[in-house]
T-cell receptor, first 112, second 113 residues
Framework: DAGVTQSPTHLIKTRGQHVTLRCSPI?????VSWYQQVLGQGPQFIFQ???????GRGNFPDRFSARQFPNYSSELNVNALLLGDSALYLC???????????FGQGTRLTVV | GENVEQHPSTLSVQEGDSAVIKCTYS??????FPWYKQELGKRPQLIID?????GEKKDQRIAVTLNKTAKHFSLHITETQPEDSAVYFC????????????FGAGTQVVVTP
């Protein structure tokens, strides 16, 4: 029974570049959420998608965008990377209209 | 929006003792409260959750209590073991929010033999 999978696991980018992170939810889950976790802090909500529509957006700049595909997988895109974007990016999938969120292992993004 | 505060930030306990972590939330409409355990370099794992129509829930050595009036909830770990050492996060959300969670800042729990 596959859990939430994210790719890549680690990534190093230069300031100003853009990055695309990918997530595949648990089979049968239709909701995907993205979180940013800075070292030593709790995850911060970025986006939520359900049935390919954006259902929620956190307090992040427009450089952050996301989308969900017909197979419920999702991408998170970040443009014009800043040093402060260095963090663990977590994807979580949920069954739908309930709140249990199950996290992937995350993508560790380092911006240099 | 919802704000979740978590205390303490670090907690050191002797093996076999109990550990208690407390969280408060601001939005009285929140009705779902999960707890996550995150070991170093690993994903947050859901360990227990509680909904607002329940005051207490237990799962072996772990229990969560909820006081809706005071808007606070707590995680209790009994008979702590070294493998309980991790960072624990509380969170709050609305049941129909499809997984949108507001997290606390985390508690680093260290269980010493």
């Amino acid at each position: 029974d596959a859990g939430v999978t994210q790719s890549p696991t680690h990534l190093i980018k230069t300031r100003g570049q853009h990055v695309t992170l990918r997530c595949s939810p648990i089979s049968g889950h239709k909701s995907v959420s993205w979180y940013q976790q800075v070292l030593g802090q709790g995850p911060q909500f970025i986006f939520q998608y359900y049935e390919k529509e954006e259902r929620g957006r956190g307090n992040f700049p427009d450089r952050f965008s996301a989308r969900q595909f017909p197979n419920y997988s999702s991408e998170l895109n970040v443009n014009a990377l800043l040093l402060g974007d260095s963090a663990l990016y977590l994807c979580a999938s949920s069954p739908g209209t309930v709140s249990e969120a199950f996290f992937g292992q995350g993508t560790r993004l380092t911006v240099v | 929006g919802e704000n979740v505060e978590q205390h303490p930030s670090t907690l050191s306990v002797q093996e076999g003792d109990s550990a208690v972590i407390k969280c408060t939330y601001s939005d009285s409409a929140s009705n779902y409260f999960p707890w996550y355990k995150q070991e170093l370099g690993k994903r947050p794992q859901l360990i227990i959750d509680i909904r607002s129509n329940v005051g207490e829930k237990k799962d072996q050595r772990i229990a969560v209590t909820l006081n809706k009036t005071a808007k606070h909830f707590s995680l209790h770990i009994t008979e702590t073991q070294p493998e309980d050492s991790a960072v624990y996060f509380c969170a709050a959300s609305l049941t129909d929010s499809w997984g949108k969670l507001q997290f606390g800042a985390g508690t680093q729990v260290v269980v010493t033999p």
